[in-house]
């Protein structure tokens, strides 16, 4: 099994309906993180824990919504997709303070028509 | 503010030759820079990372980097091209909330 699973890993969905993507780790890690990936505009941030009790907002964080329900566990929410949310979305895991290496999921893939 | 810039949005090189995939990095303080790797419907792999020390890191796939201080730069260098290095290539640095901030990407053809 991966160490980070991201599901669902594609999704076609409609404007205005709520999607959540999900996201578990086996890493023991402690920091979890939601990237988007557009073409052209790389891997932006959208939001990030760096335990149970702490969520930060990102640089693109309006529209989304994060829930972090455990260690293992980090949830990013759409509550009213639109479309350009479009995207290749992103969950990561890293150990504590430091210069940590990322460890990545395979990606869900979005599309909101 | 942190941030990281990838000049090239694509780089070509012919196999066999050495390849060099640049960056540029503003940060306050000392810079931890990174390099990641992205083939074909993955999640993105980490290849090196520069925290201290060594101007030249070594990571893995025989990738290396060169840290220039006096340029900010962080430029990703192998030997000799293979075809399997074609990639989407990412460029990296912490921020000062201990975040991590990615460039642009730069896609690396490897020509046969």
């Known amino acids: 099994d991966a160490d980070v699973t991201q599901t669902p890993r594609n999704r076609i969905t409609k404007t205005g309906k709520r999607i959540m993507l999900e996201c578990s780790q086996t890493k023991g890690h402690d920091r979890m993180y939601w990237y988007r990936q557009d073409p052209g505009l790389g891997l932006r941030l959208i939001y990030y824990s760096f335990d149970v009790k702490d969520i930060n907002k990102g640089e693109i964080s309006d529209g989304y919504s994060v829930s972090r329900q455990a260690q293992a566990k980090f949830s990013l929410s759409l509550e009213s997709a639109i479309p350009n949310q479009t995207a290749l979305y992103f969950c990561?895991?890293?150990?504590?303070?430091?210069?940590?290496?990322?460890?990545f999921g395979a990606g869900s893939r979005l599309t909101v028509l | 503010a942190q941030s990281v810039a990838q000049p090239e949005d694509q780089v070509n090189v012919a196999e066999g030759n050495p390849l060099t995939v640049k960056c540029t990095y503003s940060?306050?303080?000392?810079?931890?820079l990174f390099w990641y790797v992205q083939y074909p419907n993955r999640g993105l792999q980490f290849l090196l990372k520069y925290i201290t020390g060594d101007n030249l890191v070594k990571g893995s796939y025989g990738f290396e980097a060169e840290f220039n201080k006096s340029q900010t730069s962080f430029h990703l260098k192998k030997p000799s091209a293979l075809v399997s290095d074609s990639a989407l290539y990412f460029c990296a640095v912490r921020d000062m909330d201990d975040k991590i901030i990615f460039g642009k990407g730069t896609r690396l053809h490897i020509l046969p």
């Open positions: 990561a895991t890293s150990v504590g303070a430091g210069a940590n290496v990322l460890t």
């Open positions: 940060v306050s303080g000392n810079p931890y």
